[in-house]
């Protein structure tokens, strides 16, 4: 399973047109708390779990097959009841959204219900597909997944979309990072599966293809283009003995060696068989990118770089124009942060993930924010490679928010609540330490402690409330707004919609923009529309 590691603009407002309930005499909608639940509109539904649910991810209220199943269940219904919604959900959710595998899935769930359908209205079927594809591994990804869940019949827009996608991805740089015999679906496969000709706009790509054809089906002849100094470079370089080859590429020049040839620091490691000692991993730093540098941290400090590389590597991932191209979670640097073993990373790591906060608005007036620190939001992980909550991800963000702010009070709450000290300019990490766990989930309650006259209130939570108690009710007038960020993408809702009530998917940095734009008054949008919802 892929999932990137950066949502972007993933804000969508919960319309103020009344929704039904439950039917009459039906048992009431419930939390899976056991609080009050209000049911939403099926795009609601959708948008909200597509942008919380890693696919396949257990989590403290779903199972994995649960969540992928709903997941399913409305992308079908969608793709023939509403195509061009759907298709612009999926588009953006690979492109603006950066989640991959439930773009890939919903696509092929696309296809597949359109054409059980006999449907044909909307975005055709090859463009859905060609617009999921954005990096040179996923139409091989794509492809594997379709065999696993559809069978061996690949129908023709699929093919056709895959093989647009092809002529669009497939360079020499993507077949040496993603052409590897660990693939389920290489290159050479995907080629043949879909007979994608070359991009008569690239007279290189012929020979390109047949080079990844030979990789797979006669690695003992493929030889790569004379005419491609990057494929010819790797050779020669990957051909020298081991001890040769070493000597090269951490003596003189031996940096510029590994660019040229394209050798990732993958395989660097792999090409040595072994942990890379220092003279190795400061070769390979210069071609290496932010997030790849951020990973590696206690790599480098196992390895004992040199203090000089040791510098480079916290200027590059401290760097603003970097962090802003890498599209990362803010709590990615937080993940490093309490990993790398080194202090010697501690304050670039602080820039980086200032850096990260930066479309955060600076709001005006008097603002309330609830950050949600029980049970369930500590049992869920932001991905399936990562030992950070969602709890972790809603402290980063509700300290950003309120440290942005004009004047603001920010809350942890659980079974009780208590207000998260801070000073203005304070860093976020600082902050962050003074949160804790707090079992369950009051959030009425919390509500009820906490807000006094604010000009709005944020809440940061999986939205699974317990019932609320005697004095039960919004105890926010219905004049502010309330904004919610839905971490978890749970079907049920802990508030009705209404007028400046309103309800993000996921937790991310553009997205804090619509609350200028909400309060402003203008219409509410779908992140990949113009026009009012």
Same mark, same amino acid.
């Given at each position: 399973?892929? /999932? ?25 909608? *419930? ?52 195509? %061009? $919604? ?21 696509? =092929? +769930? ?35 997944? $379709? ?5 061996? !019949? ?8 895959? @093989? ?36 008569? @706009? ?13 990789? *797979? ?15 010819? =470079? ?26 040229? %040839? ?6 660097? +490691? ?8 220092? %003279? ?18 206690? !790599?480098?400090?196992? @390895?004992?770089?040199?203090?000089? =590389?040791?510098?480079?590597? %916290? ?43 930066? =479309? ?8 309330? /924010?609830? /950050? ?6 500590? $049992? ?13 991800? @809603? ?19 659980? $079974? ?11 860093? /976020? ?36 409330? +317990? ?67």
């Amino acid at each position: 399973m892929l /999932v990137a590691p950066h949502v972007s603009a993933a804000a969508r407002t919960v319309s103020s047109r009344p929704r039904p309930g439950p039917a009459p005499g039906a048992q009431a909608f *419930r939390t899976y708390a056991g609080g009050p639940a209000f049911v939403r509109e099926p795009r609601e539904e959708l948008f909200l779990l597509a942008v919380g649910n890693l696919v396949s991810q257990q989590t403290f209220h779903e199972s994995g097959q649960e969540r992928d199943e709903r997941y399913l269940r409305l992308v079908r219904a969608h793709a023939v009841e509403d195509p %061009a $919604w759907t298709a612009g959900l999926l588009r953006w959710l690979r492109g603006e959204g950066s989640m991959r595998t439930a773009s890939l899935v919903g696509a =092929a +769930a696309y296809v597949r219900a359109r054409l059980d359908a006999g449907v044909s209205e909307g975005p055709s079927n090859r463009s859905v597909i060609d617009s999921v594809l954005q990096r040179a591994d996923e139409p091989g990804e794509l492809l594997a997944h $379709w065999l696993s869940a559809y069978g061996r !019949n690949v129908p023709q827009p699929v093919k056709r979309g895959v @093989a647009d996608a092809v002529r669009r991805l497939y360079t020499s740089r993507s077949l040496l990072k993603y052409d590897t015999a660990s693939r389920a679906v290489r290159f050479g496969d995907v080629l043949n599966l879909v007979h994608a000709a070359p991009d008569p @706009a690239k007279p290189w790509q012929g020979a390109l293809f047949r080079y990844a054809l030979d990789r *797979r089906h006669h690695p003992e002849r493929a030889v790569p283009p004379v005419s491609d100094r990057l494929l010819t =470079a790797h050779r020669t370089l990957t051909e020298l003995p081991a001890e040769r080859w070493r000597a090269l590429v951490t003596g003189p020049g031996g940096a510029e060696r590994l660019a040229e %040839a394209g050798m990732t620091w993958e395989s660097v +490691a792999g090409r040595l068989g072994g942990p890379m000692d220092a %003279a190795v991993w400061e070769a390979v730093i210069p071609s290496m990118g932010p997030m790849a540098l951020v990973r590696n941290l206690r !790599n480098f400090d196992e @390895a004992g770089v040199s203090d000089a =590389a040791a510098a480079r590597v %916290a200027e590059r991932i401290s760097d603003a124009s970097e962090v802003a191209r890498s599209r990362q979670f803010p709590f990615r640097y937080l993940a490093a942060h309490r990993h790398a073993p080194s202090a010697r990373w501690a304050d670039p790591l602080e820039r980086a993930l200032g850096h990260s906060l930066a =479309a955060v608005p600076a709001l005006p007036g008097r603002t309330l /924010v609830l /950050v949600d620190r029980s049970d369930s939001m500590f $049992w869920d992980t932001v991905s399936e490679r990562s030992v950070l909550t969602r709890a972790d991800a @809603a402290a980063v963000f509700g300290a950003a928010l309120a440290l942005r702010a004009e004047q603001a009070d920010l809350v942890q709450y659980g $079974w009780s609540s208590a207000a998260v000290p801070f000073r203005p300019g304070e860093p /976020v990490l600082e902050v962050l330490k003074r949160f804790r766990g707090l079992g369950g989930t009051y959030t009425t309650k919390a509500l009820r402690t906490h807000f006094d006259g604010h000009d709005r209130v944020l809440i940061v939570t999986d939205e699974q409330s +317990a019932p609320p108690g005697p004095h039960a009710g919004d105890p926010v007038p219905a004049g502010t707004p309330v904004h919610t960020w839905n971490l978890a993408g749970y079907r049920p809702a802990h508030s009705p919609p209404g007028p400046h009530r309103y309800t993000f998917g996921g937790l991310t940095d553009a997205a804090f923009t619509m609350v200028g734009l909400l309060e402003a008054g203008h219409d509410a949008t779908w992140p990949w529309t113009t026009g009012p919802v």
